[in-house]
T-cell receptor, first 116, second 113 residues
Framework: GAVVSQHPSWVICKSGTSVKIECRSL??????MFWYRQFPKQSLMLMAT?????????EQGVEKDKFLINHASLTLSTLTVTSAHPEDSSFYIC????????????FGPGTRLTVT | KQEVTQIPAALSVPEGENLVLNCSFT??????LQWFRQDPGKGLTSLLL?????REQTSGRLNASLDKSSGRSTLYIAASQPGDSATYLC????????????FGQGTRLTINP
């Protein structure tokens, strides 16, 4: 149990366009979802935390107008990278948690974004 | 601000050896500590979660210990196998806002056949 999926697994887009990444909890209702960014050979950096039905809380230094997060239901959160630039190319990973498992986070498989 | 450090950054050992990965954190006020495995280009697989009130957790050949007062955790891997090759990450969550995880930089482990 506690499976999290992401779609797409990889995406290539042109500079200036927007791209949406979906994160779904498949077999549980996630009260909280998290979005992380990972550069090559580096660790994960938390971008934002979102609770269903509320606005996301962004970490310091993360542009909320550039990285739009929507947590529309207990099983779905989306991250939209707006007006993407090559420096936004990265590996984006989401995770989800619920209180029934002691707030343990379950991670998705990640989305590789390449902006050309 | 919580900082998590993992030593060594990379480790290469022959198959069959027992090994220890280290994780240290600066703020001992943690809610829990997790060890993850990440294969290249993939997401994270949770290996072990230790609540702040616990001293250790075991799963198969893996044993993780937690010494909150000294800000340290170790992941012990017994009888290593080539399939254990991956990057191992530790992460801690703070008591306030229990769910936010702060990650270490990871240890890249290579097990040589």
């Amino acid at each position: 149990g506690a499976v999290v999926s992401q779609h797409p697994s990889w995406v290539i887009c042109k500079s200036g366009t927007s791209v949406k990444i979906e994160c779904r909890s498949l077999d549980f209702q996630a009260t909280t979802m998290f979005w992380y960014r990972q550069f090559p050979k580096q660790s994960l950096m938390l971008m934002a935390t979102s609770n269903e039905g509320s606005k996301a809380t962004y970490e310091q230094g993360v542009e909320k107008d550039k990285f739009l997060i929507n947590h529309a239901s207990l099983t779905l959160s989306t991250l939209t990278v707006t007006s993407a630039h090559p420096e936004d190319s990265s590996f984006y990973i989401c995770s989800a948690s619920f209180s029934g498992r002691g707030y343990e986070q379950y991670f998705g498989p990640g989305t590789r974004l390449t902006v050309t | 601000k919580q900082e998590v450090t993992q030593i060594p950054a990379a480790l290469s050992v022959p198959e069959g050896e027992n090994l220890v990965l280290n994780c240290s954190f600066t703020d001992s006020a943690i809610y829990n500590l997790q060890w993850f495995r990440q294969d290249p280009g993939k997401g994270l697989t949770s290996l072990l979660l230790i609540q702040s009130s616990q001293r250790e957790q075991t799963s198969g050949r893996l044993n993780a210990s937690l010494d909150k007062s000294s800000g340290r955790s170790t992941l012990y891997i017994a009888a290593s196998q080539p399939g254990d090759s991956a990057t191992y990450l530790c992460a801690v969550s703070a008591i306030q806002g229990a769910q936010k995880l702060v990650f270490g930089q990871g240890t890249r482990l290579t097990i040589n056949p």
